[in-house]
């Protein structure tokens, strides 16, 4: 058998797990699209009286056999869930179950949009609210809560070091900011604030190579922000 070269253009039938990828996906867009859906009101049912059989005939009996349909009717909504939101739940619930036994890991971008209490997909304005705080770790933190449970989800932001283009007036401007470099030290450390170092963004969020491909097809670096799984 041949080996694969490196300059060999990427294949999509060649990825691995591709059926339990895009079963995972479907699931995750389907949750979000759950979520935008709003349930209609629902028409208050007349309780009914618990049905408790003859024989059971002493009070803990009859508490044994209540407790009983109670099981019964929370693996029923669990089967069928009665509302769209809980069925979003659901469908994140089964992609995390899938992802466990099949020892197929979720992308960090994709992870980070899921609560971790309710499994509710983020979705800014519709299911989550977000708010940017300082952080005297990393500068800034991106703060998710979640609308349904009220779970905060701390996402570190940190500035972001771009790559700088060289000019031909670079050395003059150096020469003029090494002049106040001296008066600028000297404010920050009357101020007492210390400015964070930029880094670079985590690997999974740069581009060092990565090909996502929507069906057969290859997604361009500008429409990958809309597609959150491959």
């Known amino acids: 058998?041949?080996?694969?070269?490196?300059?060999?253009?990427?294949?999509?039938?060649?990825?691995?797990?591709?059926d339990i990828l895009q079963r995972?996906?479907?699931?995750?867009?389907?949750?979000?699209?759950?979520?935008?859906?709003?349930?209609?009101?629902?028409?208050?049912?007349?309780?009914?009286?618990?049905v408790v059989s003859s024989i059971a005939s002493t009070p803990v009996q009859q508490e044994r056999q209540l407790k009983i349909q109670r099981k019964r009717v929370e693996r029923l909504k669990k089967r069928h869930p009665p509302t769209c939101a809980a069925l979003s739940r659901s469908y994140i619930n089964s992609m995390k179950i899938i992802g466990q036994k099949t020892n197929?890991?979720?992308?960090?971008?994709?992870?980070?949009?899921?609560?971790?209490?309710?499994?509710?997909?983020?979705m800014p304005g519709a299911t989550a609210?977000?708010?940017?705080?300082s952080s005297s770790t990393h500068g800034n933190m991106?703060?998710?809560t979640?609308?349904?449970?009220?779970?905060?989800r701390r996402i570190p932001a940190p500035p972001t070091l771009h790559p700088q283009v060289?000019?031909?007036d670079s050395a003059v401007q150096d020469e003029s900011m090494a002049v106040d470099s001296a008066t600028v030290e000297a404010a920050r450390k009357k101020r007492g604030k210390t400015r964070k170092n930029a880094r670079l963004p985590?690997?999974?969020?740069?581009?060092?190579?990565?090909?996502?491909?929507?069906?057969n097809e290859e997604v361009s670096i500008k429409d990958r922000s809309r597609f959150m799984c491959s």
């Open 146 to 152: 979640c609308m349904s449970c009220k779970q905060i």
């Open 104 to 122: 197929v890991k979720l992308d960090p971008a994709v992870k980070r949009t899921i609560c971790k209490s309710c499994n509710v997909v983020l």
């Open 1 to 18: 058998m041949a080996k694969k070269g490196k300059d060999e253009a990427p294949n999509p039938s060649s990825v691995a797990n591709r």
């Open 142 to 144: 991106m703060l998710y």
């Open 166 to 168: 060289e000019d031909p």
């Open 129 to 133: 609210t977000v708010r940017v705080k």
């Open 202 to 215: 985590p690997l999974f969020d740069r581009d060092v190579g990565h090909v996502l491909f929507k069906g």
């Open 24 to 50: 995972m996906n479907f699931l995750y867009q389907a949750s979000a699209f759950l979520n935008t859906i709003v349930d209609p009101p629902a028409v208050p049912e007349p309780p009914s009286p618990p």
